[in-house]
């Protein structure tokens, strides 16, 4: 059967593994596995969201009510915004399919930075649209300059910071470069890690509320997958004019989350305390990579997320330390697929990464 | 700003009202609301699988396992088939988008009943394609096989049985037409009630392994959300020959259901004497309403679901029941944008149907 001829170039997307696999491949006792391949939230959800959903499970049956009401008044709420500038997607990860689908069919063109989120690429092969992307692995604005005043762009993605490298550009620079972007170019904002970003330099800010009133062309994308601890629950939202939030919509599925998920997210949003919590423990266990690392005579891209790049260099081929981690179900994630020869790891609970430095440690001395 | 210009002609699905809108609009006490506007199974979700959900409920902050082995293996198992057969989507709702997004563009023909689920349209108005639709309101094959010579398809909706009327085509008459169907037109058998339909009449059960056998070009969908009782939490499935499904796969982004999903999904599968007991009630209390209907002089659609379609001829005007009944609490659905003076009502729980019956009465007494 024939298909969409724009189909034949989209590869699908490789997730972290997960726990499951582990145990059914290596015999691993799942309480045993250690996963810190999917920058989820080492500490749990909240809970207080826990209790709130164990209490609403019964409710399976019934059909979540689509106008998301209370959650979209709460984010505008948060945000000091309405619920007219909110759209909710199954993660943030939906919005972006929006993003593209909207402005994108064949012959549009899309510009990003070299290595960033896989899916950016995959949406945009789906409608046949030209990835334009920066010479740089990490973002670099002069070089998106240069793309755009050569090809132009229907949407630019900036992810601030970026997944899977690390780094986050300052919310100055953004701004200056968006004043350069014609205002029919939707500019994406992946904030999915803004969270951690904020926290650990006010300069990295993004304000939803300022940055969409200074620029209507952009977009604010945020997640409850990674602060917020909601990853299994697929939740996220974009945060724009009314007239993108109107076109997205367009293309919105009914239900497109859970009912247990849209409980989940309005009940995250009131224990902000925990993700504050969350997010403070994450970076005192980061320096405890950054010395291992250091230590160890490897390098890593500082990091303004919930994980850390350790790039191997010359030393070690980082697909051969991935695979004999995870036999011994340490679940890390190679990026030799985003063209590093380096593993990505999420910042895990202090015991976690006691033992991922052990266990690294003994891959590393078999290797040598 | 601008968008996909094919984007100008999409309209939104109007979803069921949710509960939620009768408590805020109409002050009606949450526990009065009688919600029988989406069709969810009136029971409940079994108890084991909400027990089994409230002991994963920690789990949230955890991505699922993306591969869905254990899910695609145990439907694999139940239709006699391999898991290179199944994909996993969102409620079947996304594998009808899948259908939609990979067969069609700009120039494509769709081909669909009048009267039926009205996502097919909103799909393929997303792609730019042109609908076709047969004459009467209910599946007419001699209909669906003269516009078929005269304009081709590239995509064939059966809605088997059908939503929003309730109807159901044989088996057999559909083979008969698939043998007219050239290979390169994908046929939708959207399967979303077929256990209601089989349980009632053995003419109407379409076996996906038996048909895709037979029809190559045949995906059957099947869902979670209506006698499986997990309508909130959005799962269904897609059984078509591997070619189809790697095609599908290049449409879904990861983590496309939540961690509970999974696992309710997996137990659900696990309690089918639960999901046949429901199925056996539905059709007692389904001829409460026959009874109800006839002897206040309507007439209704007879009916392979766990719904039934009440004609107000011109009698009534269905828009005003339905207002009324809900400004009652009594959330049934009004079916003035399908074209036709009726309201859809799902069968409830025994006590829920006397309040319908109840209610309707005075609200019909009080319009005379």
Redesign the interface.
């Known amino acids: 059967?024939?298909?969409?001829q724009v189909?034949e170039n989209?590869?699908?997307?490789e997730?972290?593994k997960?726990?499951?696999?582990v145990v059914?491949e290596f015999g691993v006792n799942p309480k045993d596995v250690i996963?810190l391949a999917?920058n989820?939230?080492p500490?749990?959800?909240s809970p207080k969201?826990?209790e709130k959903?164990?209490g609403l499970?019964?409710?399976?049956?019934?059909?979540?009510?689509?106008?998301m009401?209370?959650l979209k008044e709460a984010l505008a709420n948060k945000f000091d915004l309405t619920s007219k500038h909110v759209i909710i997607g199954?993660?943030s990860?939906?919005i972006l399919?929006y993003c593209v689908?909207?402005?994108?069919?064949k012959g549009s063109k899309i510009l990003m930075a070299k290595t960033t989120f896989a899916?950016y690429e995959i949406y945009g092969k789906?409608t046949g649209a030209t990835i334009i992307k920066t010479q740089d692995d990490q973002h670099n604005l002069e070089q998106f300059s240069k793309l755009y005043k050569e090809h132009g762009a229907d949407v630019i993605f900036l992810c601030l910071p970026n997944n899977p490298l690390g780094e986050c550009l300052d919310k100055d620079d953004v701004y200056a470069f968006l004043e350069t972007i014609d205002?029919?170019t939707?500019v994406v904002v992946d904030g999915a890690y803004q969270e951690y970003a904020a926290f650990k330099d006010e300069k990295k800010r993004i304000v939803p509320k300022d940055l969409i009133a200074n620029f209507?062309?952009a977009i604010y994308l945020g997640t409850f997958?990674k602060a917020y601890?909601?990853?299994?629950?697929?939740v996220g939202y974009g945060i724009a004019q009314p007239?993108?939030i109107n076109?997205f919509?367009?293309?919105?599925?009914?239900?497109?989350?859970?009912?247990?998920?849209l409980a989940?997210a309005i009940e995250a949003l009131k224990d902000e305390e925990f993700v504050n919590a969350c997010i403070a423990k994450n970076f005192e266990e980061m320096t405890r990579y950054e010395d291992y690392v250091t230590s160890r005579g490897f390098e890593y891209i500082p990091s303004y997320t919930n994980f850390i790049t350790i790039k191997f260099g010359d030393k070690f081929v980082s697909k051969t330390v991935a695979q004999k981690l995870l036999e011994r179900g340490v679940i890390v994630r190679d990026l030799t697929g985003y063209g590093q020869n380096a593993i990505r790891i999420t910042i895990g609970r202090n015991e976690q990464n006691t033992k991922v430095f052990e266990q690294l440690d003994e891959v590393l001395e078999k290797l040598k």
Chains 1, 2 share one sequence.
């Open positions: 059967m024939q298909f969409n189909l989209v590869t699908t997307y997730a972290g997960p726990i499951e696999l059914r996963k999917s989820e939230n500490y749990g959800t969201v826990v959903i164990k499970v019964q409710n399976m049956f019934i059909y979540p009510d689509d106008s009401f209370e199954s993660g990860d939906q399919e689908h909207a402005k994108c069919e899916m789906q205002k029919e939707l209507p062309n997958s601890a909601l990853g299994g629950m697929r007239e993108i076109a919509y367009k293309l919105r599925a009914p239900f497109n989350i859970t009912t247990l998920t989940a």
